[in-house]
DNA sequence: GTGCATTCGATATTAAAATATCGAAATACT
DNA sequence: AGTATTTCGATATTTTAATATCGAATGCAC
C-alpha cells in the first residue's frame, strides 16, 4: 500500500466535506478545478491529490462525485467501522462521544473510560463509560486497537503507557503533552496549541502591533474600511 | 515583522511544552540537542526554529531556559492576553471556556455566546454566555476581535459571516466546515477530520488490511511481540 | 593554561512539496 | 463534421522545507 503524503492526507477530508455538499445538492459531477477555486489549494495540487485516491476522471466533465467521495473514503479507511476506546471522559471526551460524525469517518468508540469511579457504569450519549482498571482486559478481549486519549495533561503519559501495554497501536492524542511511547506506535495529535500559536502569530504579522494592540488594530480596520468604500 | 513557517509554528508550543517541564524541575538550561531527542524533531531544525524566535544560545552549554520560553511566547504573542468571543456553548464550547490554559497563551474568552436562549444570563466556568443578538454590538463595544466557532457544522458559515461583520478579524474554527470569508480575514482551522485521516491512513498502511482486518492486526501484533523477546 | 568534547549558528546539500507547462481526451458550438 | 474550449493527467520547474556539513565559541578535564 502506497503511503500517500501527510499533507494530502489532511486536505482530502476538506475535499470530502465539500463533496458531501454538493451530492445532496444533487450535483453530479465537479471538477478539480472548481475544487481549487474553492478551497483555496492550486488545481495542480488538487489533481495529485484526487489521483493519490487512485480515481480518474473524464476531460472537459471532471469527476462523478459519487466516484470521488467512495475513492477517498476507501483511502482513508472510513468506509468500514474501526472500534476505538477513549479515556477521559470530561467535557472535552463526552463531545466526541456525542459527536456521531466520527461514525461517518470510520470510527466507533465503543466504550468510555475515566478515573472518576462515580462515571463507572453509567451511559453517556449512548456509550458505556467502565472504570479505569478495566481497560487492559476489555481492550483485549474486544481486540480494540485505536485509543483516544481525553485525559488532563498530568495523566497523558501515564495513560498512553496504559493504552500501550493493553495493545492499542494507535492513539489519537488531544492533550498538549507530547507523548514518549513505542516507535512503532502511531500517534496523532489533535493540536489545539499549534493551532492557536499559527493564528496568534499571523495576527500579529498582519497587524505588527508593538503595545497599544487594540487601537492599532482598529485603526487598521478603519483604514481598511475606508477604502473598500 | 518577519513571517515564521507555518511548521515551525506548530512546532514553537511542543518545546514550550517540554520547556515549562524543565523548568518546574529545576533546569537551568537546555541543548536544542536535547529538545530535539525529545520531539523526534532534527537538531538542525531546532536550532533553525529556535533561532527564528530571536533567542541566541551558548556553545558547549546550550539555552537558558527562561530565556527560551520569553522568546517563544513572545514570538506567539502569548505574553499579552487576547480578548476572544466563543460561539456556540455546547459540550466542545464549553470544555473550552474550562480550558484554564489558553490564558497561558495569550487567550482571553471574556464572552460566550448561544443560539439556544436558554443559556442567555448563564455563566459557564465564570464566562458569561449572552444570545446572538448581542453578537454585533459587544463585539464593537468591547473591541474584540479573536472569535472562537464552536458551533455546529450547519450554522458554521452564517456564524461566520456575522463574526466578519461584527469585527472579527480572526476565527479560530473547530467546525469541518470551509469557511468562505474575506480573504483578509485569518482562519484558523482546528482539524479534527484532518488528524483522522492520517492516523486511519497511517494505520492502514501499516497493517495494510484489505478485509480482515482485526485478525491481520492481531495476527502482526503477536508476529512483532514474539520477535521482540 | 592546553587540549578535548560539546554545542551553537551559518552555509550547503538534499529531499519534498507546490506550482507551472503541455499534450491528449471529451464535450459543446458552429 | 470540424473547430474551439475545457479539463484531465503526466512531466518539468520552481520553491520551500528538512537534513547534513563545518567553523567558531565555550566550558571542562587534565
Redesign the pocket.
Known amino acids: 500500500m502506497i503511503s500517500i503524503?501527510?499533507?494530502?492526507l489532511k486536505?482530502l477530508p476538506q475535499y470530502l466535506e465539500l463533496l458531501y455538499g454538493f451530492e445532496q445538492e444533487g450535483q453530479d459531477?465537479?471538477?478539480?478545478?472548481?475544487?481549487?477555486e474553492l478551497t483555496g489549494?492550486?488545481?495542480?495540487?488538487?489533481?495529485?491529490?484526487?489521483?493519490l485516491t487512485g480515481?480518474?476522471?473524464?476531460?472537459?466533465?471532471?469527476?462523478k462525485i459519487k466516484d470521488l467521495i467512495e475513492s477517498i473514503e476507501s483511502c482513508l479507511n472510513w468506509k468500514d467501522l474501526s472500534s476505538a476506546f477513549l479515556v477521559g471522559v470530561g467535557r472535552l471526551g463526552s463531545s466526541l462521544l456525542g459527536y456521531s460524525e466520527l461514525k461517518r469517518k470510520g470510527l466507533n468508540i465503543v466504550a468510555g473510560f475515566d478515573s472518576d469511579p462515580s462515571l463507572a457504569g453509567t451511559l453517556v450519549d449512548g456509550v458505556i463509560v467502565h472504570s479505569m482498571d478495566k481497560f487492559a482486559n476489555l481492550c483485549q478481549r474486544m481486540k480494540v486497537h485505536i485509543g483516544i486519549l481525553t485525559v488532563p495533561a498530568d495523566q497523558a503519559q501515564s495513560t498512553a503507557e496504559l493504552m500501550v501495554a493493553s495493545g492499542i497501536l494507535a492513539i489519537w492524542n488531544f492533550t498538549p503533552t507530547l507523548l514518549q511511547v513505542d516507535e512503532n506506535i502511531i500517534v496523532e495529535d489533535v493540536d489545539m496549541s499549534a493551532s492557536l500559536a499559527v493564528l496568534s502569530r499571523r495576527l500579529s504579522e498582519k497587524y505588527d502591533h508593538d503595545s497599544k494592540q487594540i487601537s492599532k488594530i482598529d485603526n487598521y480596520k478603519n483604514k481598511t474600511d475606508q477604502e473598500k468604500q
Chains 1, 2 share one sequence.
Open positions: 503524503p501527510v499533507l494530502t486536505r459531477t465537479i471538477s478539480a478545478t472548481r475544487l481549487a489549494v492550486h488545481m495542480t495540487q488538487v489533481r495529485k491529490d484526487i489521483s480515481v480518474v476522471g473524464t476531460p472537459k466533465v471532471g469527476h
